[in-house]
Nanobody, 115 residues
Framework: VQLVESGGGLVQPGGSLRLSCAAS????????MSWYRQAPRKARELVAS????????NYEDSVKGRFTSSRDNAKNTAYLQMNSLKSEDTAVYYC?????????WGRGTQVTVSS
């Protein structure tokens, strides 16, 4: 099983980034895909999720209207489009895949929002 995040980097406030999470080793379409983030000295928090069957999305309040979670089951890849980025979005972003019995994590990708 492998989850590999990519797309992080340094961006100015107000800018955009698109994170990708490439999955392998499990039945991607049967898993809820989520994005978490962890800022320095803070707990890891759930940012967004997208369901397996019908693609229903949920977002943490501070990112609603700015972030969009999506998935391409044919490519075994989940995405997080991040717009209007703020300095407080700076964190390591992690991809998570879970079903009723299993939970898998990627190693994370750094997102830094700074001028």
């Amino acid at each position: 099983v492998q989850l590999v995040e990519s797309g992080g980097g340094l961006v100015q406030p107000g800018g955009s980034l698109r994170l990708s999470c490439a999955a392998s080793g499990f039945t991607f379409s049967s898993y809820v895909m989520s994005w978490y983030r962890q800022a320095p000295r803070k707990a890891r928090e759930l940012v967004a999720s997208i369901s397996d069957v019908d693609g229903v999305t949920n977002y943490e309040d501070s990112v609603k209207g700015r972030f969009t979670s999506s998935r391409d089951n044919a490519k075994n890849t989940a995405y997080l489009q991040m717009n209007s980025l703020k300095s407080e979005d700076t964190a390591v972003y992690y991809c998570n895949a879970r079903d009723t019995r299993r939970s898998y994590w990627g190693r994370g990708t750094q997102v830094t929002v700074s001028s």
